[in-house]
């Protein structure tokens, strides 16, 4: 057992042992860290927080840690889930999302209603692609001016027939704009007057869409979260600010619903906010180990997977509820740079994907993270940016654009 100091206090690692992956999985040449963040040798394993049912267990005070009968066994010569494999899916080779000179991929969203994919890039354009050939089908908008546009987050709205693309500008002026799009109809584009805290930096860092129907919540630049609430003809939008501390820019947003309706704020302050949005006040707060920059859901609606600023422990699971004890499971791998949170992975049942600056996609089995992860280098000498699981499909977006389809399988060890 090693022990390492962080600014959290100090923190004891455990080492693990895994087995040999055959020749036919392609992994990673190093075994992934896993770091409990806790000073205790009784540490609760991420498979007792993630169940093959969604659930999780909670750690009291009074009894010993029990896991679901469907979690992983602790005992090693116990069987274990099967190895997972990610492979590039076979094809005509990748496609492509075109970009102008120096822009670059911002954000891919799925349109429901009609199997495709929005793109937004950095200047400002959005496409919509065509499912499942990842074919341009329709330009939705294209600036006159894109060398200053500053787009740093998108999200997609649906109501009926219609989808509504929030666009997030990190500028002073014209902070959120939206696009109405239908299937057989042309784009309206309309800028919103997002109230700002003038005193701070101008512009809108994140948004992303709420569990309720024509809402979605913003961060900024200015460290203030609002939340949207759009009119039924779509022409217009109300905001209302809510009363969440932050002292630094906003970078991500998740709605959840445990016991009721939340919003997680995560902001560069390294603190993470639970606002309740029936008792309109915050109901939890907890720190994390770094910046984070994305949050997303997991198979249990009391669980938060946190992507954060860390060469070596990128991933932090958290059970809202278990404080102060084992309130999270850290994991990753080796890297020299920083992802950043222009590059962003993706959730789903009980796995996760993540992107990478080397080209290489990781996917991860959160029930047990101790296990080596598929592994697959999609480009050479470019950025994934962006890691998506659609209905059929994992698909992996490059910084230059090209766009990747992975296959996952699995093989028994």
């Not at 911002?106 to 349109?111: C, G, P, T, Y």
């Not at 006159?144 to 009926?160: F, K």
């Not at 998506?388 to 990747?404: C, I, N, Q, Y």
Request: aromatic share 6%; hydrophobic share 35%; glycine share 6%.
């Amino acid at each position: 057992m090693s022990t390492r100091f962080f600014r959290s206090g100090v923190l004891k690692i455990k080492s693990t042992s895994s087995k040999t992956p055959s020749a036919m999985v392609v992994t990673s040449a190093v075994e992934p860290i896993v770091l409990p963040d806790s000073d205790s040798d009784d540490n609760v394993p991420l498979r007792e927080l993630v169940g093959r049912d969604g659930g999780t267990t909670a750690k009291s005070r009074e009894e010993p840690t029990r896991a679901f009968s469907q979690t992983l066994p602790n005992d090693s010569n116990e069987l274990l889930p099967p190895f997972l494999a990610l492979m590039i899916n076979p094809g005509p080779g990748p496609s492509r999302v075109p970009l102008d000179t120096h822009d670059k991929p911002r954000r891919v969203l799925i349109a429901d209603w009609d199997s495709s994919l929005i793109t937004v890039s950095m200047r400002g354009f959005v496409e919509s692609l065509d499912m499942p050939s990842l074919v341009v089908r329709h330009n939705l908008r294209r600036p006159t001016a894109p060398a200053q546009e500053s787009v740093d987050d998108a999200c997609i709205v649906h109501a009926g027939d219609t989808s509504v693309v929030v666009l997030a500008h990190a500028r002073e002026e014209t902070q959120i704009s939206y696009l109405t799009f239908q299937t057989h109809r042309g784009t309206s584009h309309h800028v919103v007057d997002r109230p700002w805290n003038k005193t701070k930096k101008g512009g809108t860092s994140v948004v992303s869409t709420m569990m309720q129907p024509l809402m979605f919540a913003s961060g900024g630049h200015d460290h203030a979260v609002h939340i949207w609430n759009f009119s039924e003809d779509l022409m217009g939008v109300s905001s209302t600010l809510l009363a969440i501390k932050h002292t630094s820019v906003i970078q991500s947003l998740l709605p959840i619903r445990d016991t009721s309706h939340k919003l997680i704020s995560a902001g560069a302050d390294c603190n993470v906010h639970l606002w309740d949005l029936s008792s309109e006040r915050v109901v939890h707060t907890f720190k994390t180990s770094n910046s984070p920059y994305h949050a997303h859901k997991t198979e249990s609606p009391f669980c938060t997977l946190l992507e954060v600023g860390h060469r070596d422990l990128q991933f932090e699971l958290r059970d809202h509820r278990m404080v102060p004890e084992h309130p999270a499971e850290r994991f990753g791998f080796y890297t020299t740079e920083l992802h950043g949170r222009f590059i962003k992975g993706d959730t789903w049942s009980h796995f996760f994907a993540s992107g990478s600056r080397n080209g290489c996609v990781r996917l991860w089995d959160l029930r047990n993270v101790r296990k080596q992860p598929a592994f697959v280098s999609c480009f050479s000498n470019d950025q994934v940016v962006q890691a998506l699981k659609t209905e059929s499909d994992l698909l992996a977006f490059s910084k230059r654009g090209d766009v990747m389809k992975l296959t996952q399988s699995r093989m028994n060890t």
